[in-house]
């Protein structure tokens, strides 16, 4: 009966303090909504410059072209096979491309050279090559290894050496990779300092009210209130105050997307939906937020009320 009792006065009390600190609430709740906005826009950032880096690791790769001997065409695409499964054995992606599937890529692509082929009578010139794509050091090592044992049906061997135009094209896109890992490291130490930022907050919060309800606090615990009926109070607060923080959140994201989407569009006749395509994606982050920062700031006003209460 006498807990009922209690419970019923926190909620009364909850409610009144509310309407009586209603101007602390809502500051602390609009200055933490937009810090969840700015953690949302770095989250992106690192997600989709994860995906960028994947991306060029994908494509980072060298061309190797084959040498062309009528009188041994059989034997050199055998070698050209052995040569392929070897590459893959040793987990590179091996893309392979005959003279005719470079010819038709080059007509798709550029179709007046081809046509001055034809008009000149000069027969297929395009090489069969292979794509050899690697994402480490260490493939690109075995890359070297085993395409310099097969140097006898490879043109461009060179092309493996330090400063050869591809070894230059390789360094490039891992500067690039570089950068944008520095990016997404970077973008996890402002998330990190936005979350300890919203926890000081919520903690300035909770240590005023604590301190604004003093006496009324000690009363309650005079009437045999336990330790967690005091601390449910300011959970009940913080659940309140970080409710009010995502919806603000959300209602900055939504007037954001909109306010980019259409100069984008005005701009490149093109919307963010081509860029953030996977809708299942972006709530699955959204919300995945919500519940681990939900848990932090319970977490985090259970223990730091509990603190408090010993002051009592």
């Known amino acids: 009966m006498l807990k009922s009792s209690l419970s019923k006065i926190f909620k009364h009390d909850l409610s009144s303090l509310l309407k009586t600190s209603w101007t602390n609430v809502l500051g602390v709740s609009v200055f933490i909504g937009f810090l969840l906005f700015l953690l949302n826009i770095f989250l992106w950032v690192s997600l989709y410059a994860n995906q960028f880096t994947g991306q060029l690791k994908d494509r980072l790769g060298m061309y190797f072209y084959i040498k062309e001997d009528t009188t041994q065409t059989n034997e050199i695409y055998k070698k050209v096979i052995t040569l392929k499964d070897q590459l893959e054995a040793q987990g590179l992606k ?3 491309s005959s003279k005719d599937d470079a010819l038709a890529f080059l007509q798709k ?3 007046d050279v081809v046509s001055n082929f034809q008009k000149f009578g000069i027969d297929n010139p395009l090489p069969a090559t292979l794509y050899v794509m690697f994402d480490s050091d260490s493939k690109y090592e075995s890359l ?3 395409i310099l044992a097969n140097k006898d049906i490879i043109l461009n061997t060179k092309d493996i050496d330090a400063w050869s135009t591809l070894k230059q094209q390789e360094n490039r896109v891992l500067t690039i990779i570089n950068l944008s ?7 996890y130490v402002i998330i990190t300092i936005l979350l300890l930022i919203i926890l000081s907050f919520l903690g300035f919060l ?3 009210i604590f301190h604004t309800f003093h006496r009324e606090l000690e009363v309650k615990k005079t009437l045999w209130a336990t330790s ?3 601390t449910q109070w300011f959970v009940a607060l913080t659940v309140n105050v970080l409710l009010f923080s995502f919806l603000i959140c959300l209602a900055l994201l939504l007037v954001s997307w909109i306010t980019i989407n259409y100069y984008i569009y005005s701009l490149f006749n093109v919307t963010l939906w081509s860029v953030f395509s996977n809708i299942v994606l972006i709530l699955g982050i959204f919300i995945w937020e919500i519940v681990v920062v939900a848990w932090v700031g319970f977490g985090f006003s259970y223990f730091f009320a509990r603190a408090l209460n010993r002051k009592l």
Not at 181 to 187: A, C, H, I, K, T
């Open 144 to 146: 070297k290894t085993i």
């Open 181 to 187: 890992n520095f990016v997404v490291g970077l973008s």
């Open 109 to 111: 692509k550029i179709p």
């Open 94 to 96: 091996v893309m392979f």
């Open 228 to 230: 967690n009926q005091i």
């Open 206 to 208: 909770l240590k005023n």
